[in-house]
């Protein structure tokens, strides 16, 4: 198992050695940091690079290339290479745009102000400046601008709190501390006379190491470890300064060590298309090998007699070189212009998720961000989603709500009686501060009136009060809590207001002020002791191992059905669960409930979890969290979703979509995933089916020119015809298109599975419209044939030619492709509009004009002429209207056939909006006239939002949540339970 | 964190129809009685249009004549290509049952003769058409020289390959007296091809232009030869030779031989009667197996006497309207259990 976040593959690089206020001894990378792909001298080579990498890319340039073989080419010299050319320059100014961005970010980053202390003096300079050896002040508020050893600090002990919410997630402060040796380094003067070395361990990527020796002269060697070390990125908090001497700068720092690339993912239907383009790199390879053959075969019974053309050259007859010829003539099958349409539209997807509104989250001023574009139309197709818990579901928004004692519960929910919906986690942040809802005077009641539970109820409430790990603040007679863990601080809050007050803390005991807030007051502050807890592991190894194996077996009649149960289990366990012998009863038996709850489990496990069922059901998976803990999973599986605003960016960072709240993942996948991938496969499709079209067509000319070679349409109007003629309408499929409204996909998160179960792309829908093209390119060719090979079409009784047939037949082409692409829409926006409208009116204006340019511009000789000749025959005229009428006929009498047999749900929904349109607002009757109650249910539903029954029931299969399990740099128990808060701390705020 | 004021949620999307995808829409809607009332009158519109069609190019006569093994002996006289300064001329007599009204067009037709090969199509030097540089041959490999490297003028297989048997139509009106039909042998071409396209380098004297060229090696004379009387038929000029110059489609293809000048006797068309065609038998074509013919027409508005167009439109009528009533039967029988999605 690969995976991009386990530690410690590195080589380790060489150990350094830092000299003290000597800086020209210091050789290190600076401080720069440029996380920008091109700079302006490595554009266009590495750029060229990217693209020619790519299979197709690839596959045009050498067509372009053998398009330069006197001869060899039917369609001219360039009729590749410039839409290549042009192609490439729509994505290189995709390239440059977001380029631009990250370089403007870096620039932001690197000019961002610090203060070292150089030559004696203390230097406010920019933070690409910095460099190893440097003594740096940092002030409250602000961020290391590199990694630093702490000397010391404004508060005692050379103190400090730092968040490092940048590089693992965590929003509660964390302590660092300066060795006694250097704690009283704190004027200037002292720090300039400092002299030494520091020897620590190379750059790497483990956040929670750092060995290293501070060697000050004529003092003994003393060790430094992560406790010493601040890490750029982190902010120092409650801290008025802190000096430091820098140790990593910028590409070396643990951040920017762990800011690696993003593994590439790529989409399913990506991948689907891939394929299908190799596919049809082999039916070309096919037509050309059969075209050879035919002309071999003609030139043999033909070649001979033919009198006109047999003074010749033997080019013709050279097998070799005729298949250069037609793998020329039939290129285009596969569609040029496919990969930058998508690449296009697929930037545009995202644009709009950045767009939505609806997941604009005010309350931290975070809008959603989709920082890859690649992965949209996956959003629509997972099928297996794994959230973290703590702060993703939670918001890290704890209460104390509920709990139940020696059998009674206490605590009630008005709103109980409501479905719990996703609203209820996330969306409206309580408004209380206490975060105590916790109201039932029951409790209180039964140990006053000596209730059989009483003690129970006693022993619970202390225990409450007593076992955390938080610290007490005493803010003139309020208490504020300092919780690692919003879960302790609701439980300690709770306590609280039951009259269990937690009020100090000493490195033994705690002490808790029971208060009855009943009408008797009494005071009586008690001391707990605390007898330290080793978290006991080894023993219960075996009976574990044991009892899960046990236990897989009693569920074994639980596996391969459908249950209706959650499964929940927790990180010891899921060890063994995942060991090799039973790891796949296990994951059999998870994918059977409907929910998988797995907790205390370590960020490894995570990811380890996603990968099992990412190979074990080949379906796609969603991982969603907001820790860096997250990363791994986020990583792991197809699409990974960080929780951005107040809870750091390393899961953000890591991501593939970023939202605020955890609610907004709903239109994420219902509304943004399910249209991009409608949208997406539709374009695909439709760039196939409109290539095939116009290229089979040259096939069936071979058959009537001797397989010579010899092209219907003139060589430029071929080599628009992706890039002009019919560019439009992939791109209004693939932008505007949308099955029905927002408030639908919403309303009936059924409409989900469509996209779940990849209804829209697969390969019989694929070779669905291949075939289709087929049998259109064939009566748009066969059909102007037959109608002009012996007849006189013009008026004034003048033959025709070639390019007259190719003309009509283009325009035809043309137009077909376009009312199918109008066929294609489900929703006709202004855009669409002017795609397939204006996309024939391009055509007929660019064949007006290409008409009269010869002899003036000496391009296109036969062409002079074409467009007066083909515009006043009167069988254009007819064959317009008739042939593309013949051709899509046939696709609105299938689809109109299978809505009447059986309209699919979408159908249905899309009956609903219109009528619901129409009608104001609707209810339907069915035909005795009764109310179509499951209608007139989502009807009302109106304006409200999903149940979210639908929601898990129907379209994600399951959902598996992970319980974060606390972890730091330094443990952070330890640090806590040796607080002493009664003792008065001399801070100056 | 709660009391932000609005002017500071810098990032807050833009709430336009077009960022939120709220644009306004309308739908394409596959309704079973829009499809059939859409079906219904497009096959209405076809089987009418089919009807019209058949019935207007019904109107219009045609006679083909073809004259490859009528005239056996010219055939086998230029099977042997030593043969070509051999002239061999053929008489082909037949009758008009019925006069052809209106203008009446003659073409030659050809079978088999691929214009349409890539070689053949690319064989051609525009540059030296239009008359700006006479010896511009690059692109008529194989026939770009003579032997010795004069170039040829017009270069390029499809000139070389030109039709040119001479056909002359006679009208007998009784067995001794025979007048010829007179024809025209102006506006053949596109108008483009001849006033754009193909131009004489200069009109005085057209031999001193083409002087150091040769001409091309079927040629019985040079292009300056191809209309003597007529200088405005002459050189690039010639109709006939303009109207070969445009490559057909297909290996079966007609091209304009001659119009009729419709005059004196010919004022209304041509009368029924007794015809021969006089033709000088040159342009081989039975050494590739293929056929020539000549064709007589009349033609009305939308072109010749193909029926090909009008039985298009009325089986796509016909297909169009079957389609309709099948759907409507599966509508009706479905329309009263139709399941509905809801009540699963």
New interface residues.
Partial sequence: MSRATSVGDQLEAPARTIYLNQPHLNKFRDNQISTAKYSVLTFLPRFLYEQIRRAANAFFLFIALLQQIPDVSPTGRYTTLVPLIIILTIAGIKEIVEDFKRHKADNAVNKKKTIVLRNGVWHTIVWKEVAVGDIVKVVNGQYLPADVVLLSSSEPQAMCYVETANLDGETNLKIRQGLSHTADMQTREVLMKLSGTIECEGPNRHLYDFTGNLNLDGKSLVALGPDQILLRGTQLRNTQWVFGIVVYTGHDTKLMQNSTKAPLKRSNVEKVTNVQILVLFGILLVMALVSSAGALYWNRSHGEKNWYIKKMDTTSDNFGYNLLTFIILYNNLIPISLLVTLEVVKYTQALFINWDTDMYYIGNDTPAMARTSNLNEELGQVKYLFSDKTGTLTCNIMNFKKCSIAGVTYGHFPELAREPSSDDFCRMPPPCSDSCDFDDPRLLKNIEDRHPTAPCIQEFLTLLAVCHTVVPEKDGDNIIYQASSPDEAALVKGAKKLGFVFTARTPFSVIIEAVSNTCVRFRSPTSVKIVPVKWHVCCKVQATRAAITQHCTDLGNLLGKENDVALIIDGHTLKYALSFEVRRSFLDLALSCKAVICCRVSPLQKSEIVDVVKKRVKAITLAIGDGANDVGMIQTAHVGVGISGNEGMQATNNSDYAIAQFSYLEKLLLVHGAWSYNRVTKCILYCFYKNVVLYIIELWFAFVNGFSGQILFERWCIGLYNVIFTALPPFTLGIFERSCTQESMLRFPQLYKITQNGEGFNTKVFWGHCINALVHSLILFWFPMKALEHDTVLTSGHATDYLFVGNIVYTYVVVTVCLKAGLETTAWTKFSHLAVWGSMLTWLVFFGIYSTIWPTIPIAPDMRGQATMVLSSAHFWLGLFLVPTACLIEDVAWRAAKHTCKKTLLEEVQELETKSRVLGKAVLRDSNGKRLNERDRLIKRLGRKTPPTLFRGSSLQQGYAFSQEEHGAVSQEEVIRAYDTTKKKCRKK | ??E?PQH????????SAL??????????????RR?LF??FT?GIF?LC?GII?ILSARSTQEIEINYTRICANCAKLREN?SNFDKECTCSIPFYLSGKMMG?V?M?YKLYG?????????R?RS??QL?G?DVKAVEDC???KMSENKTPIVPCG?IA??MFNDTIILSHNINSSVQIKVPMLKS???????KY??FQNPSSKNLADEFRGTTKPPNWPKPIYDLDKKDPRNNGFLNDDFI?WM???????????YG?LNRTHHFIEGLPAGNYSFNITYNF?VT???GEKSVVL?T????????L??GL??TV?GA??WL?SFA?MA??IT?K?K??????Q
């Fill in positions: 964190m709660e932000t500071c949620l810098s990032r807050l999307p833009d709430n960022k939120q995808q709220e644009l306004p829409a309308h739908r394409l809607y596959f309704t079973a499809v859409v079906f497009t076809c249009m069609l290509a203008n067009y073409y003769f691929y214009q349409n090969l890539y070689r053949y199509v064989s525009n540059r239009v700006k490999a194989p026939f297989a070389n390959s506006g053949l071409t596109w108008w483009t091809d754009v396209k109207v445009r490559a057909a489609a297909f290996p079966t293809f007609k091209k304009l119009r081989p050494r590739f197996q027409s033609l009305t508005w939308c072109g010749g006497n193909s090909f167009l298009a439109y796509t297909i169009t389609a759907m599966i509508h479905l009263n139709q399941m509905s999605f809801f009540h």
